[in-house]
Each structure stands twice: as C-alpha cells, then as structure tokens.
C-alpha cells in the first residue's frame, strides 16, 4: 500500500510517499520532497500540471521507484498505479477540488486522489480522529471545530485587514503601529529601520502601494522574537493572541476541548500562547510547526 501526502501552501508543497506493506505493518517513509507551492485559487491549471511534471514526476518516479524495485515491493509496472493521493492545500476550496483533483489524476495517473483544505490538513494532523478545535497560526490565520471524522464549525478569518487576529501579518501591524506611536519604544523603533535598512516612507509604500502587504507586515517577525525580552513587546504578542481567542475560539463554545495549532506563529511564540489561552479560559493541546507529521501518522492510521 503507497500513499503519496502532499501539504501544499503558496511557497512550497512538502511530499511524503509512505508505504506500508499490510494492515498489521507499520508505515515506512520511502522519500521525502519539496516542489514549488501549489494553490489552485490562484495558480492556472497549466502552472500547476507544470509543477507536477517537472518537480514532482522525477524524483518520484526514480529515486522512489528505485528504492521500491530494490527491497521488491515493485515490479516493473508503473509506479503511480499502486499509489493513492492524498493532496491538502491552501486554496482548495470546495469550489477548486474538482479542478484539482482532476489535474493530479491526469498528471500521475494515480490509484486514487483525494483533495483537501489546508484546514483540513491541520485538523487531522493535530487531532488525529478525536474531537477538537484545530488552528492554523502563520502569516494569517484560522480555524475549526473538527469532530474527529469532519470541520462541523469554521469562524470566517476575513484576511488581514478586516481579521486574521493572532496571525503574522496583525502582529506585523499592531508592531509597527507601537514603534511610532508609543514613545517608550522609540529606541526600539530606530533598531528595527537601521537593522532593515527601511524608513517610515518605506513602511507606507509597502503597506499600501505594493503587493503582498501581509507578508510585509509578517516580515517583521524575526525581529519580534529577538525581543520578547522587553514587556511592551511581548504583551503585543499576548494580546494579538487574546484577541484570537475572543473572536475565533469562543464562537464555538466548546471550552472543554483542547485548541491545537500548527504554523510558525504558534510553534515560535508557544509561552505567549499559552499565557493568552490560560487568560481566556482555554487549554492549549499542540502546537506544530508544520503538519505533515500528523498527516503521516493520520494516514498510518487508517
């Protein structure tokens, strides 16, 4: 049995082909590999079959076949026909599944293909099938009710602008909004725009005139967890937390249930986390950087 797992965002798209010789044997990790990100919202689907033939074919097809014809696993038919997919990535609507999954049973010819949310993606890889809140905490945010089969509940994030509370991109803006504005910060406003070789025009420009504003505002967090030691700037970080909680948590009024999370927010910021969920009532479960362990132990498990 060979389960190709793919979690995919807009940067890169990690691979795991897992292989697991009967329903007594444990799983073993064939290959590991990364391709370009993969987001089917915004890619064309000429782009995505692209990156499918071109990264993802190749490594596949040899190194893994190699390595499956070696310990004879294999035999000398084609390699996808044994191998079912199971695809979970950031813009995979229910409106672009169709397309999606279409476009990987074209490409690789695959025993079968499954295709999911990214949400979904972390539900699974943090609750396994029990019943839980899953988060995503990285340059924006979200989250789910999951009761240990499917998403039963999902507060809307809305995007930076109008919500995304706890992501990279808010804690962005409520930082820049401190520097120039909170005078107990201004020596630490002249570290960050000599350290960034940027100025207060530079900041606007980005914000407002340039693409990717979120990403921006979320590229100010290495500099935040270089000084979590000073109180102002860690009470920013509890409190984007805090406000996380009220406004996407409490709607599901489950306080019993333990909230885990995924993404680099929650995996580097896990002590401010945790101090934001214990002043809103709530029990942090995990908390991983990225969810493709889960995965492999969720799919290990079927």
């Known amino acids: 049995m060979l389960k190709l797992i793919a979690d995919s965002g807009s940067t890169k798209t990690d691979w795991t082909l897992l292989f697991k010789a009967n329903a007594l044997a444990p799983s073993e990790v064939i290959s590991a590999f990364k391709t370009q990100g993969i987001t089917p919202i915004h890619q064309a689907p000429a782009a995505i079959r692209e990156i499918l033939e071109h990264e993802l074919l190749p490594p596949l097809c040899t190194f893994s076949r190699a390595r499956l014809v070696a310990t004879k696993v294999l035999d000398d038919s084609p390699l996808m026909q044994h191998i079912s997919v199971y695809f979970y990535g950031s813009g995979c609507t229910p409106a672009h599944v169709p397309m999606m999954q279409q476009i990987l049973t074209e490409v690789l010819s695959p025993k079968t293909v499954e295709v999911y949310s990214d949400l979904m993606a972390a539900a699974r890889a943090l609750c396994g099938h029990a019943a839980g809140i899953a988060c995503i905490l990285g340059t924006g945010a979200n989250s789910c009710l999951y009761d240990g089969e499917q998403i039963v509940q999902n507060t809307p994030a809305l995007g930076y602008i109008l919500g995304d509370e706890g992501s990279g991109a808010v804690l962005g803006r409520l930082f820049m909004n401190a520097i120039f504005k909170d005078p107990r910060l201004a020596a630490l406003r002249d570290q960050y725009l000599t350290e960034t070789k940027t100025t207060q025009a530079d900041i606007i420009r980005k914000v407002y005139r340039e693409p990717m504003a979120n990403r921006f505002l979320a590229s100010t967090s290495p500099f935040i967890l270089g000084h ?28 019993e249930l333990p909230v885990h999370f995924v993404g680099s927010m929650a995996f580097h910021y896990r002590r401010q986390l945790e101090e934001a969920a214990s002043q809103e009532g709530y029990v942090i479960g995990q908390a991983m950087q990225s969810p493709m362990e889960g995965l492999v132990d969720f799919h290990t498990s079927l």
Do not use: T
Request: aromatic share 14%; proline share 7%.
């Open 228 to 255: 979590l030691d000073n109180p102002l700037v860690s009470q920013l970080v509890v409190e984007n937390f805090r406000q996380f909680f009220r406004s996407n948590i409490a709607p599901y009024g489950h306080k």
